[in-house]
């Protein structure tokens, strides 16, 4: 299985807007709403911000929000923060009843 | 409070074995499903196995599968990870994760990790 496709990097000033594409395929990411985003900073555990596409789970900013078209998923950061730079990861439940990541997006903010 | 906690990382030749421990509280363990995530380092993150709540089902990536055991005692509400054969391509923390309770696919607590490394 291969890992889903992110960009490696992506910047963007404080109040600005980003997105986070994840590439897959109709055995992943096009196949199932099983779409979740973690946010991870240098040294912790990965936390969730977005699980099953677009939810959200209680306590995560709605500053982060999810979507998903085709085999595509993407995660909008809006007015970010310079707390929000960190690594972040996009996962999917596939067609082989296994999980598949992103590789990885590292959000720089200017 | 959900609190995960790993044990038994360590170093460990090519061709050994190593069991991982994973000690859970904060939540009624036996009714969620559980998970392995790795992450070699400097690298992503790389799902490795997952079991559900009964222990009746477990699922594997391909790179481990043969290779590695995930099972869990409801009683000592623990998840263990026994990993065979290991290869230096094994070396990463590993972390165990808790099912989000409102989706299948989805982590929602994570321990803080345990470090594999296999060298010789």
């Known amino acids: 299985q291969s890992a889903l496709t992110q960009p490696a990097s992506v910047a963007g000033s404080p109040g600005q807007s980003i997105t986070i594409s994840c590439s897959g395929s109709?055995?992943?990411?096009?196949?199932?709403?099983?779409v979740s985003w973690y946010q991870q900073h240098s040294g912790r555990a990965p936390k969730v911000l977005i699980y099953d596409v677009d939810d959200r789970p209680s306590g995560v900013s709605n500053r982060f929000s999810g979507s998903k078209s085709g085999n595509t998923a993407s995660l909008t950061i809006s007015g970010l923060q310079a707390e929000d730079e960190a690594d972040y990861y996009c996962s999917s439940y596939t067609s082989s009843s296994t999980v598949v990541f992103g590789g990885g997006t590292k959000l720089t903010v200017l | 409070e959900v609190q995960l906690v790993e044990s038994g990382g360590g170093l460990v030749q090519p061709g050994g074995s190593l069991r991982l421990s994973c000690e859970a509280s904060g939540f009624t363990f036996n009714t969620y499903a559980m998970t392995w995530v790795r992450q070699a380092p400097g690298k992503g993150l790389d799902w490795v196995a997952s079991?559900?709540?009964?222990?009746?089902?477990?699922f594997y990536a391909d790179s481990v599968k043969g290779r590695f055991t995930i099972s869990r005692d409801n009683s000592k509400n623990t998840l263990y990870l026994q990993m065979n054969t290991l290869r230096a391509e094994d070396t990463a923390v590993y972390y165990c994760?808790?099912?989000?309770?409102?989706?299948?696919?989805?982590?929602?607590?994570w321990g803080q990790g345990a470090l594999v490394t296999v060298s010789s």
């Open positions: 109709s055995n992943d990411v096009g196949g199932y709403n099983y």
């Open positions: 079991i559900t709540y009964s222990d009746s089902d477990t």
């Open positions: 994760a808790k099912r989000i309770v409102l989706s299948p696919w989805a982590f929602d607590s």
